[in-house]
């Protein structure tokens, strides 16, 4: 009977410890892909900000069509839209509401005009400096129009973002070394007696350590596999429910935060396992029943 008892004290035992590290885990998950999504929506926001490159009258369609092709064998070109000088009429007629060669003598007072759009990392007040000047370069370039204020704002406020979110994750990765610890600490402490016989009767340490963390390796796995099923199902909700979610929260990300959580349930309860096992293997007699 007290044999019986004990094998259905370890499976309780168990299983608390696997659910209360999946709980952790999942806390865990949802800060990372919290900092993923904030990366990605960075990247959005920063590929979104808009350069204008103004051409001389001089210029012809054809002149700015070709500065775009060579623009879009740039490293550092997202994307480059090119606007005629008859696009660019007709956008401010309908803008204004009145054609403006109506007071210039059937005259096209407009010049032909690229919009950029640049890859996020190149999206900073220093590179941006550098790019305008290369543009500028091009003779037929007359001025190059970014928002540098708006632009520097962006930045320091996405910096901000990140080292918050830093922080964060660097916190909640000691409680949840300490909460696993707790965990894992509170199931071998249960067990010391035994850990303290094994000991008497000359069984080395590594013997005597191998199955409980052989027990801290199974329950890491379920802990983790438990924790994604839960994060990977909340993910594939949020695409159903909003499918433009998709674009800041992507298939990358539930990879990344898959794998990282599996990496760090089984790292962490083999850690705190190996730890707590060496402190009751150090421990004297005397010490066991204090």
């Known amino acids: 009977m007290p044999r019986k008892r004990r094998k259905i004290s370890l499976r309780w035992q168990a299983l608390t410890s696997t659910i209360s590290t999946t709980f952790v885990l999942i806390l865990m998950g949802l800060v ?9 929506l960075s990247e959005s926001v920063r590929q979104s900000l808009t350069i204008t490159v103004m051409f001389s009258d001089d210029a012809s369609n054809n002149d700015a069509a070709e500065y775009k092709k060579k623009l879009e064998k740039k490293a550092w070109v997202k994307n480059v839209t090119f606007i005629s000088r008859e696009q660019a009429l007709e956008e401010q007629t309908e803008a204004m509401g009145t054609d403006p060669t109506d007071f210039l003598g059937g005259e096209n007072p407009f010049t032909p005009s690229l ?18 000047k290369r543009l500028k370069s091009n003779k037929l370039v007359t001025d190059v129009i970014y928002q540098k204020d708006l632009i520097e ?3 320091s406020n996405l910096r901000k973002v990140t080292y918050v979110l830093l922080g964060i994750v660097a916190l909640l990765l000691m409680v949840t070394l300490v909460l696993i610890n707790n965990t894992v600490r509170l ?4 067990r010391r007696f035994i850990i303290h016989t094994m000991k008497l009767v000359g069984a080395s340490w590594s013997f005597i350590r191998r199955p409980f963390m052989l027990r801290a390796l199974w329950i890491g796995l379920a802990a983790s596999i438990l924790a994604d099923a839960v994060l990977l199902g ?12 998709q674009a800041y929260v992507t298939m990358e990300s539930a990879i990344i935060t898959g794998v990282s959580v599996l990496v760090c349930g089984l790292l962490l309860t083999l850690l705190c396992t190996y730890i707590s096992v060496s402190h009751y ?4 007699e005397r010490e066991m029943y204090e």
Request: aromatic share 10%; net charge negative; hydrophobic share 45%.
């Open 32 to 40: 990372v892909v919290c900092a993923l999504t904030a990366k990605q």
């Open 281 to 284: 293997l150090s421990m004297r």
């Open 187 to 190: 199931s071998v402490y249960s």
């Open 234 to 245: 909340g993910m594939h909700a949020l695409w159903t429910y909003d499918p433009n979610m």
């Open 115 to 132: 919009e950029l759009n640049l890859v996020a990392d190149y999206a900073c007040t220093d590179s941006l400096g550098w790019i305008s």
């Open 153 to 155: 704002r962006l930045n």
